[in-house]
T-cell receptor, first 114, second 111 residues
Framework: DTGVSQNPRHKITKRGQNVTFRCDPI?????LYWYRQTLGQGPEFLTY????????KSRLLSDRFSAERPKGSFSTLEIQRTEQGDSAMYLC????????????FGEGSWLTVV | GENVEQHPSTLSVQEGDSAVIKCTYS??????FPWYKQELGKGPQLIID?????GEKKDQRIAVTLNKTAKHFSLHITETQPEDSAVYFC??????????FGKGTRLSVIA
């Protein structure tokens, strides 16, 4: 399977704990995106990388959230001191760097904070 | 920033009928308009897209039309089948800015 891979697919954590999600993009895709989706809503942009550079961050990305892409390949999204409002599906997507290219999503990582 | 509005939020059609979902956008510089289908528990999957240099694109039972003057684009599904039941999202804009998604349309195809 050469699509976008995310893990874990599901995570249940207690409020206040830290969680980390990993995303492996499609090979040779320079851009990697993180989105968040809650029930009944469309995906909301969080941040994106071109290679290892983080180019844009949404206002939704509070200081408890940090994303990295250290070698320009896989990426991690860490949420510190989780809150119940962080419960959502976290979607990763990738695309080639050229302007106007399609982005391809992974299957998402479901987070439930109890 | 870009604002994308999608309607209707829910749509029920009889199997074999057509379904149309419409999106409006605000950024006149937008030049790429994709549609995604999302099934329960899965990530969004691209089903069709169109670029601003054309007004219509078809792929079997699915088509997208674009009206740049009015700043709206629509998804058309003909001869609907039960497996078309899902949530559909439009998105904009394009270029170097990340996609902004509509709130989605839940399509139910009734057999």
């Amino acid at each position: 399977d050469t699509g976008v891979s995310q893990n874990p697919r599901h995570k249940i954590t207690k409020r206040g704990q830290n969680v980390t999600f990993r995303c492996d993009p499609i090979s040779e895709h320079n851009r990697l995106y993180w989105y968040r989706q809650t029930l009944g809503q469309g995906p909301e942009f969080l941040t994106y990388f071109q290679n290892e550079a983080q180019l844009e961050k949404s206002r939704l990305l509070s200081d408890r959230f940090s994303a990295e892409r250290p070698k320009g390949s896989f990426s991690t999204l860490e949420i510190q001191r989780t809150e119940q409002g962080d419960s959502a599906m976290y979607l990763c997507a990738s695309s080639p760097a050229a302007v106007g290219n399609t982005i391809y999503f992974g299957e998402g990582s479901w987070l439930t904070v109890v | 920033g870009e604002n994308v509005e999608q309607h209707p939020s829910t749509l029920s059609v009889q199997e074999g009928d057509s379904a149309v979902i419409k999106c409006t956008y605000s950024d006149s510089a937008s030049n790429y308009f994709p549609w995604y289908k999302q099934e329960l528990g899965k990530g969004p999957q691209l089903i069709i897209d169109i670029r601003s240099n054309v007004g219509e694109k078809k792929d079997q039972r699915i088509a997208v039309t674009l009206n740049k003057t009015a700043k709206h684009f629509s998804l058309h599904i003909t001869e609907t089948q039960p497996e078309d039941s899902a949530v559909y999202f439009c998105a904009g804009p394009s270029g170097n800015t990340p996609l902004v998604f509509g709130k989605g349309t839940r399509l139910s195809v009734i057999a």
